[in-house]
């Protein structure tokens, strides 16, 4: 029996959207993989610390049961590379760029090594202007109308990257989009993408952290949960706690 134009026409649209669906799912499990990868590779070098019981004071005053210190990836060559790798691919996917901007300091290493890889002109942005000199806030060179790619080592709040987007469009710069390679995942960092108009992108989060160090024994459930709520409320997470 021949089908009818509909049953053709339902059949194509069913082959359209399986194709779309296995397509997302298979970015979904990719972005999930390396996810896990990176957070692997963090906590193998140290770069994340738990500490449920006495938690870091932040230099905003917010007392964490987490700290996540990137500035040990430089120091390692295999796992800055497999990182950068990472990155790049990522970028690769964000779309085309003019111009790479690391966040002083600490992002400044990733986005040399990323525009060295894609072989895109860098600049760095201070989170206020000099006080001598020049008295730059943005150092290089930036033209009017460029797209311009924010690299961050990791997010908290997104305070520091309004800084320096705000800075870069200041100078005529078209900014859409941020890396990091990790992210606290806060409410505040995406209500201030959110008033940014800034897409972030993430190789890794708080959450996928939690999850390897659970797996590998270094966190029972209850800290997991413990760490789950001062990310929903980092700010008041220290006085419901009773430290201080």
């Known amino acids: 029996m021949k089908s009818t134009n509909t049953d053709d026409k339902q059949s194509l649209r ?31 070098i140290g770069a994340v610390i738990f500490r449920p019981r006495q938690p870091f004071r932040f230099d905003s005053g917010i007392l964490s049961p987490v700290y996540v210190d990137n500035r040990l990836i430089i120091s390692d060559p295999v796992s800055r590379e497999r990182i950068i790798k990472n990155l790049v691919s990522l970028i690769n996917k964000i779309g085309k760029f003019d111009t790479v901007a690391g966040t002083a300091t600490a992002g400044i290493p990733h986005a040399a090594w990323i525009a060295q890889k894609l072989r895109l002109p860098m600049v760095y942005v201070r989170s206020q202007p000099k006080e001598h000199g020049t008295k730059n806030q943005v150092e290089g060179s930036i033209k009017r109308g460029q797209e311009v790619l924010v690299v961050e080592d990791m997010v908290s709040t ?87």
Do not use: C
């Open 158 to 244: 997104a305070g520091s990257s309004a800084r320096v987007v705000e800075a870069l469009r200041k100078l005529g710069a078209k900014v859409d989009h941020e890396v990091a390679i990790y992210t606290h995942d806060l409410k505040e960092s995406k209500e201030n993408f959110k008033r940014m108009k800034i897409k972030p992108h993430f190789l890794t989060s708080l959450k996928t952290v939690t999850e390897i160090a659970q797996k590998r024994g270094y966190l029972k459930p209850d800290q997991v949960a413990l760490i789950e709520k001062w990310a929903q409320d980092p700010k008041n997470w220290g006085r419901k706690m009773g430290f201080e």
């Open 14 to 44: 069913s082959s359209s959207f399986d194709k779309q669906s296995f397509s997302a799912n298979k970015l979904r499990t990719a972005g999930l993989k390396i996810a896990q990868e990176v957070a692997g590779i963090l906590f193998d």
